[in-house]
């Protein structure tokens, strides 16, 4: 599917504030209401837009966050996504090119509950090695 112009202004807009009325978007851009929605519908269709979604703010998010860096034995990586996925502290497992196989985004209210899970992941057959990142603070958040 094709991108325009239009669409990437449709796309900025709603990426800026997932609330906004159909009505505004389409004031917003000089467009009759009826063109912005047949414009949303085919960016949902095509997947451009996979969906909206709720970002919580710093005061209700989990107080630790992690980033885990996973080396992995050949071919064990089904078996340690099995592993992963059944961590609930982790929220987001990314495949990489370079030194690491898998990037592991992780969150919890305490230390100790990350430090639980990092146990179980450094400890999971296939895994030959770890490094962890624990996040101080945030500097950017562009949302996407």
Do not use: C
Not at 11 to 19: G, I, K, N, V, Y
């Amino acid at each position: 599917m094709q991108i325009d112009e239009i669409d990437q202004r449709i796309l900025t807009l709603l990426s800026d504030d997932a609330r906004r009325s159909l009505a505004d978007l389409a004031r917003s851009l000089g467009l009759a209401r009826s063109t912005v929605q047949a414009r949303l519908e085919r960016l949902e269709r095509s997947g451009a837009i996979a969906g909206y979604t709720l970002r919580l703010g710093a005061r209700v998010r989990p107080a630790v966050r992690a980033t885990v860096l996973l080396t992995l034995e050949p071919r064990s990586e089904p078996e340690v996504l099995k592993r992963l996925t059944a961590l609930r502290e982790v929220d987001v497992v990314t495949t990489t090119s370079g030194r690491y196989d898998l990037m592991v985004q992780m969150s919890a209210d305490t230390t100790e509950r990350i430090n639980d899970a990092l146990d179980q992941i450094v400890v999971a057959r296939g895994v030959r090695s770890t490094e962890s990142l624990i996040h101080l603070a945030q500097k950017l958040d562009r949302g996407r």
